[in-house]
């Protein structure tokens, strides 16, 4: 029952709110770091707009969202092109180009990958180390990165449990789409929809209150309520404390969560099945065990990287968090031990 599974945490709940504060602190990216990704940024900027000067060259992800953990030198960045034909084959050109135009201007480390799903180029800026992913016109990434950092904006919490959960998967070793497990991007969006399901709830969701951020991308509707100074305050009436929500956090993930048959989302906080997406059978190597949808592009499910291997690690950590919470009056240093074969 579920009443057991509830009982709480174990530790003090004082003492384990102000060491996940702490943690947090620790978490934040230093000056220099920040600064290296800024100088990297203008690098890949003077070289692509000495070739494309009509184009725009955006950052996304963690550093562009508030959501950036320190000791993650890596930086996301795509290319805006006008005109781009919507050929296959143009993006890889484009990133072939780009490889180029980097090794011209004295970049060492490039790795072209163009005949990745999403074709990029890979280097690293020569003077602050910094790895940045380069892509082309991957649009649903800028607007998925500004409705992210727009609900960062509303309540601080958001953001801490970010820090906590992206530091947990890396340690556990359960971040990392390439091996079967899931991208930092889809814990982000664990959180935001845990923070939704709260109640009351801590965020609002976004994309069901009347529209004032108006795009359309491809075939994917892209609006949503991005007036997000006004919602500040919104979780005001929701007192529990980062503690509570790490607690509650893992132990949904762990022991309530219909992993089976729910799709976990943030576009509605109406339950959405896999039944209702046809997610229910595996095509090729798209095996649907943990499904994520993404907030824009509806197709994709960002779980579709989990085999049966690693849907089962994964659980299998999310109970060992929540059993470590409710259980060790000081679960911390275990929670976020690095992970050991
Ligand atoms: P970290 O701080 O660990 O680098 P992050 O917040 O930058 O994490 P990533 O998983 O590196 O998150 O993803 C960076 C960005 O790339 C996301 O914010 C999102 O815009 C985009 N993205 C990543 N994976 C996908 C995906 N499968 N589909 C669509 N967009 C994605
Ligand atoms: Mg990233």
């Known amino acids: 029952g579920g009443a057991i599974l509830a009982a709480g945490p174990a530790a003090d709940a004082a003492t384990l709110n102000t060491a996940l504060h702490q943690l947090v602190d620790e978490l934040k990216p230093m000056p220099a770091e920040v600064e290296g990704r800024t100088q990297a940024f203008e690098l890949v900027q003077a070289v692509l707009l000495a070739r494309w000067p009509e184009a725009k060259v ?57 005949k990745a799903r999403v074709p990029v180029v890979k280097l690293v800026a ?40 992206k530091h947990w998967a890396k340690r556990r070793q359960v971040n990392d789409a390439y091996r079967g497990t899931l991208s930092s991007y889809c814990y982000v969006l664990m ?57 509650s956090f893992f132990e949904f993930w762990a022991w309530r969560h219909d992993f089976n048959n729910s799709v976990v989302t943030i576009r509605t906080t109406t339950p959405v099945s896999k039944a209702e997406k046809e997610w229910t059978k595996r095509v090729g190597n798209e095996r649907h065990l943990v499904s994520i949808e993404d907030p824009f592009e509806l197709s994709h499910d960002l779980g579709r990287t989990m085999d049966r291997q690693t849907t089962s690690v994964l659980h299998k950590e999310f109970e060992r968090a929540a059993g470590l919470l409710r259980d060790d009056p000081e679960p911390l240093p275990k929670l976020l031990e690095p992970y050991r074969a």
């Open 58 to 114: 955006h950052v996304f992800g963690s550093s562009a969202n508030n959501l950036s953990i320190c000791n993650n030198n890596d930086v996301d960045m795509t290319l805006e092109l006008q005109h781009l034909p919507d050929a296959p084959g143009a993006k890889a050109a484009v990133v072939e180009e780009m490889g180029r135009l980097f090794m011209q201007a004295g970049v060492k480390d490039v790795l072209l990958l163009p």
């Open 126 to 165: 020569p003077t602050t180390n910094t790895r940045i992913d380069l892509t082309v016109n991957n649009l649903l990434a800028i607007v998925n990165t500004k409705l992210l950092r727009d609900y960062s904006v509303i309540d601080p919490r958001l953001a801490q449990l970010v820090f906590v959960v």
């Open 191 to 247: 959180c935001i929809a845990h923070l939704q399901h709260r109640s009351p709830p801590i965020l609002p969701c976004l994309q069901a209150l009347p529209p004032t951020h108006i795009r359309t991308i491809g075939r994917w509707n892209c609006d949503y309520h991005d007036q997000v100074e006004g919602l500040r305050g919104y979780g005001a009436g929701n007192t529990e404390t980062l503690g509570d929500l790490v607690w």
